[in-house]
Each structure stands twice: as structure tokens, then as C-alpha cells.
């Protein structure tokens, strides 16, 4: 995940040299990420923090650079996505999520009357050629949310491109060691933001070079093809006499052990008498280097990891990993994955860290993939662990979900079902629809907690006062973010109903009507977002849409009572277990609790 300030280091030992006629791979996410933090660095100096390039621009901006390549005669061999992170990984991933976590409670502190509006065409006069992905300016802050959907949303456009499709590749691993191993076997350029693949041996014909430092040799004259700095793995060690000491890797594990600079740490490398190659940790970081089989070739899965998202990928490779070490001790199945058995890290919101994380009111969606997963699974998982958010005051072991046994899925699927077709039936418009269903479980998820849906508060607010000109309120902004974890968990839903029919399981009727109601979820560029939301809210309020979500549920008219300081608190007490129940008992208490009146806008306490 980079080695801090190495490419620096390295870069003045390469050399350009042309890349038009060759051959190269792409980091797939290390582009995305380079194309959105470069159109982040040229949005509006008046703009907000959910101001952030729509998914259709990423993905045509990423294509439109993909073009450029082949339009001067490069090959692009292979675009290789991360389809599973290895258990080295874990603790890393834990501390990003911890530090990303933080940085949004601390912008509700900071901004606590929402968001400025996102200006109109902000991302209108963006660069449109090779040169895009060398653009400097003002560094996006690290503080600032990011697009949380821009990896699949990529991915989803490229798998869709009859230029680009083919050649994408969802891999049982992470993306930069594939990389690393096509060029090694191959030859060609790497084409990467990652310093980690400054470190592979990429045999004598293979070289690394940056996305920033690929250009036309003359952007008058497009017949003289491109060029790029290209580093050479063996070129550099001869050049630094490393070649029988290490080599850069030796370089590395000095400058991130003794926390160094590159100098420094070369000149340890050259110096030491101590046995460093032949010490445990040295090679416990050789290790790290080297590309692991985690699913083998033969393995049928392999036929659809690259329809995928990457992290729906990883939950699936996650449970044939665990169940191909079903016998292994508790300890072995903690090294495999981290501390739980089974885990997946959902994307980061920007959502208010006061209230219900946006990916609660979805739950019961997400374990109904969860359940029919855990067919491939000769034994079931009973649990699964999601990470959302994390806050350093507790144990940082994310927030434990039951798997409802195959009995309660069936039920689940079909009642989804149910409630899928009578929306399609009371809301003509697909885009309705799709909010309608979110809005569905905004309500029945406040119902069995004795809330207020936000939902209705803000439908409502759409219906009675005008659009504010000035900003975007929290209370939209963490709507927007429940009705993506929605769509999102619908796709977790879809993906893995796909795998489990992919790999030849039978699915029960209800399951497979409810896999054939997914066929028409929206690609992720087609969401809504905060800016389109406050009208979206209209249009379902004008066609009634609370009274109909009202009227599904069984629970209209039903008076509600602001509940007292007391019932607030026995309701804190018993959230934790509510998320945790099994669908069917939460439904349960819906019908027998006094249920919520859509139409009241109640105060309410808010927790996350």
C-alpha cells in the first residue's frame, strides 16, 4: 500500500524512452484513484465536501485516458482489479477505516450545518487528454470524504466497454502482484501509482512507470507516439550496487524499519555487516513480495470473479477460503483472515456520525446474501462481521450480523419479493422505484425502533418548503447515504445470488424470483445523489408514496408518541440486539409495536 517516499527516490534513476509499439498492464484501482484525486484537485474552490466528480465522469475520464493509450499505439495487455486483500493486509485496512471514521465525525463537528451546494458544471472544463493524469494543484485533503462507490463504479463501466471488457480482470488476490507477475512473465511496463511495485522483480524485459509520467513525446506532433519514465528493477540495482546485497527490497525494509530516508537507508543497505537477508523478518517481508495462490486456477468461481465488485468478490473468496480450512484450529482461522471468521468491509459513507449508520436500515437485505452464500459453505457461518465505521473508544471489532438459517432466507426472499412487485406495481418510474424501495425499509426499520423515519421528516420538507439554495443539510446528506447502502446491499444481494446459480447450486423458487426482480438495478452511476435527491423526494411525495409505503407495511394512521427520556434509553439499551435479530423477528415486532405515522416529523434522539 506504498512505501512513503520512495517513488521520489527511485524516479531519478529512470529514464523515458518510448512506449508507443509495446505492451503494457494497468493497476486498475491505482488508475481510478489517480483519475478521481485529479479531478478532485480541479473542482471549484467554492465547492462543498460532497462535492465529488459523478461516477459517469470518472468512468469516461479512465476510458478517455485508455483510448489515448491505444490511439498512439500502446497495448494494453491486462487491467487487473483487487478481488481479495490478504490477511497482512488486515490491520492496515482496520487503521484506514479507524482515521477515515474519525475524520467524518470530525467534519459533522466542523460543518454542522451540512455541506455547501455543489455548483453547477463543477466538473465542466476538465482536461480531456493524456496529459490529465499529470495535472498538479492543491492536493485534495486527506480529511475530505471520497467519491465511496468510484472503484466498482469503474470497474461496472470498463466490464460494459466491448473495447475495454475483455481485457478486465477481477483477480483472487491483489491486483499489483498479478500485475507484477504478467510483466515478469511477459515483459512490457507496469503502469501503477504503487511504490510497493518499485520492489518486484519484474524480470530483465519488465519495467514500472508512473501514470504521471506517461506523455506524448510531442503533443504537437501525435505521429512521435508516447513516451513514459520507465524504471528498471535490475537496471537500478546495477546502477546501485545492490545487485548482491538485497537489492531495493533490502533498501526498503531498512528505510521502514529504521524509519529513514532513501539515502540513509541505501547506505545501511551497503554498510551492514549484520545477516540481514537470512534474519526472520527480512523474510517474513520477502514474503509479502510474492504473488499467493489463494483460490487455484482450476476453480470454477474464477469464471465470474471479474463480474464482481471487488469487495463482493472478496466476501466470496473469503468463505471457500474458510471452508476449504474448516479443520483448522481457532488460531489458524484467526491468521487467515484477522480476528473474525468471517468479515467484509463495507465503503465509507458520507454519512452524520450522530445518527444510525446509513447501513443499518439495509441489514436485513445484506443477510439474505450472507445466507444463500453460505451454500457454497459445507459447513454454515452463524455470524458475519461488517465494518462500516470504527471508533477508537471501542474494541474495533466491527459489528457482528447473524446469518439466518436457508428456512428464514426463503421467507425473507419471498416477502422481499413481495414488497419489490408491489412497488414496481404503485410507482411506474424505475428511478422512483428503486428510492421507493429504500424509503419501504427507512419506514419499516423505524416502525420496530418507534422512530421517526427520516424519510418521511424530509419528504415532507420536499413537499412543503422550496429547495435550499445555500447547502445541503445532514439530514439529506445521511439520507442519500441510506438509500446508496440500499442499492448497494441490493447489489451484494444480486452478485451473490449470481455466484451461488454460477456455480451450479439450485436456488429455491422465492430466491430465484427474487435474483430475476434484481435484473433492473440501476448501474452505480445512476444512483441518486445529494444534488438530485431534494426533487426525487418530491416527485414520490407528489405520487403519494408515503401513504402507499404506509399502507404495504399495515401501519398508516397509527398515532405516534414522542417517547419519553426513559423509553429513549431502553431503546439504546436494545439496539445493538434489534440490528442483530433475525428478519422474521423484527418483522414480528413491527406488527406488534405502535407503529409510525410516515406523515410526523417527531424529534428523536440519534445514535450511531
Not at 182 to 197: I, K, Q, Y
Not at 244 to 261: D, H, Q, Y
Not at 313 to 342: F, H, I, W
Not at 363 to 369: D, E, H, L, P, Y
Amino acid at each position: 500500500m506504498g512505501i512513503p517516499g520512495f517513488s521520489r527516490a527511485i524516479q531519478r534513476y529512470g529514464a523515458f524512452s518510448p512506449l508507443s509499439g509495446e505492451s503494457v498492464v494497468i493497476d486498475g484501482p491505482a488508475l481510478v484513484h489517480r483519475i478521481s484525486e485529479t479531478c478532485l484537485r480541479q473542482r471549484p474552490s467554492s465547492s462543498g465536501f460532497v462535492c465529488h466528480p459523478p461516477y459517469s465522469l470518472l468512468s469516461r475520464m479512465v476510458m478517455i485516458w485508455l483510448d489515448e493509450l491505444k490511439s498512439h499505439d500502446v497495448k494494453v495487455r491486462r487491467i487487473y482489479f483487487d478481488g481479495y486483500l490478504p490477511p497482512s493486509k488486515w490491520e492496515v485496512r482496520r487503521e484506514r477505516l479507524l482515521n477515515q471514521s474519525q475524520y467524518m465525525k470530525a467534519l459533522v463537528c466542523s460543518e454542522p450545518f451540512g455541506s455547501c451546494r455543489t455548483p453547477e458544471n463543477a466538473f465542466g472544463n476538465l482536461i480531456t487528454d493524456m496529459t490529465f493524469t499529470r495535472l498538479i494543484g492543491q492536493s485534495p485533503s486527506n480529511t475530505l470524504p471520497k467519491p465511496p462507490f468510484m472503484v466498482p463504479a469503474v470497474l461496472e463501466a470498463l466490464k460494459n466497454s466491448e473495447d475495454w471488457g475483455p481485457l478486465v480482470l477481477v483477480v483472487p488476490g491483489e491486483a499489483d502482484m498479478f500485475c507484477a507477475q504478467d510483466v515478469r512473465e511477459n515483459g512490457g511496463t507496469l503502469l501503477t501509482s504503487d511504490s510497493d511495485l518499485l520492489i518486484q522483480d519484474l524480470g530483465l524485459r519488465g519495467n514500472v512507470s508512473f501514470f504521471w509520467d506517461v506523455v506524448p513525446a510531442d503533443p504537437m506532433v501525435r505521429q512521435l507516439g508516447m513516451m513514459a519514465c520507465k524504471m528498471s528493477f535490475h537496471d537500478i540495482n546495477d546502477r546501485l550496487g545492490l545487485t548482491n546485497i538485497g537489492g531495493l527490497p533490502r533498501v526498503a525494509f531498512e528505510k521502514l524499519k529504521g524509519r529513514m530516508g532513501f539515502d540513509m537507508a541505501l547506505q545501511k543497505a551497503r554498510d551492514s555487516r549484520e545477516d540481514t537477508l537470512n534474519s526472520l523478518e527480512y523474510r517474513t517481508f520477502i514474503e509479502e513480495l510474492e504473488l499467493k495462490e489463494y483460490i487455484p486456477s482450476y476453480h470454477p468461481v474464477l469464471g465470474i470473479l471479474s463480474g464482481l465488485d471487488p469487495r463482493i468478490s472478496e466476501v466470496v473468496v473469503q468463505t471457500l477460503l474458510l471452508e476449504n480450512g474448516s479443520g483448522s484450529s481457532a488460531s489458524d482461522t484467526k491468521q487467515l483472515r484477522g480476528p473474525e471468521t468471517l468479515s467484509i468491509f463495507l465503503p465509507i459513507l458520507v454519512e452524520n456520525r450522530d445518527k444510525r449508520s446509513a447501513w443499518t436500515v439495509s441489514t436485513n437485505v445484506r443477510q439474505i446474501a450472507y445466507s444463500v452464500l453460505q451454500n457454497l459453505a459445507h459447513q454454515r457461518s452463524g455470524t458475519i462481521v461488517e465494518y462500516r465505521t470504527l471508533d477508537s473508544s471501542t474494541s474495533l471489532t466491527g459489528r457482528q450480523i447473524e446469518i439466518p438459517d436457508l428456512e428464514e432466507t426463503i421467507s425473507n426472499c419471498a416477502q422481499q419479493v413481495a414488497a419489490l412487485r408491489q412497488i414496481a406495481e404503485s410507482f411506474p418510474s424505475l428511478d422512483i422505484q428503486w428510492l421507493a424501495f429504500a424509503i419501504y425499509q427507512d419506514v419499516e426499520w423505524s416502525s420496530s425502533e418507534e422512530r421517526s423515519p427520516l424519510s418521511a421528516v424530509l419528504t415532507n420538507k420536499s413537499l412543503n418548503q422550496p429547495e435550499d439554495p445555500d447547502e445541503y443539510s445532514w439530514d439529506l446528506i445521511h439520507f442519500t447515504a441510506q438509500v446508496q447502502a440500499c442499492l448497494y446491499s441490493l447489489r451484494i444481494e444480486k452478485q451473490i445470488l449470481d455466484v451461488v446459480s454460477f456455480m451450479g447450486q439450485d436456488l429455491p423458487m422465492p430466491v430465484q424470483e427474487l435474483r430475476d426482480s434484481l435484473a433492473s438495478l440501476p448501474l452505480i452511476a445512476e444512483w441518486p445523489t445529494v444534488e438530485r435527491m431534494f426533487n426525487l423526494l418530491s416527485q414520490f411525495g407528489h405520487a403519494k408514496g408515503l401513504t402507499k409505503i404506509a399502507s404495504m407495511l399495515g401501519i398508516s394512521g397509527v398515532k405516534v408518541v414522542n417517547p419519553s427520556a426513559g423509553s429513549t434509553r431502553s431503546k439504546k439499551r436494545q439496539k445493538k440486539d434489534q440490528e442483530q435479530l433475525p428478519f422474521k423477528r423484527r418483522q414480528r415486532d413491527v406488527k406488534k409495536s405502535p407503529s409510525i405515522n410516515p406523515f410526523a416529523v417527531l424529534s428523536q434522539a440519534s445514535e450511531d
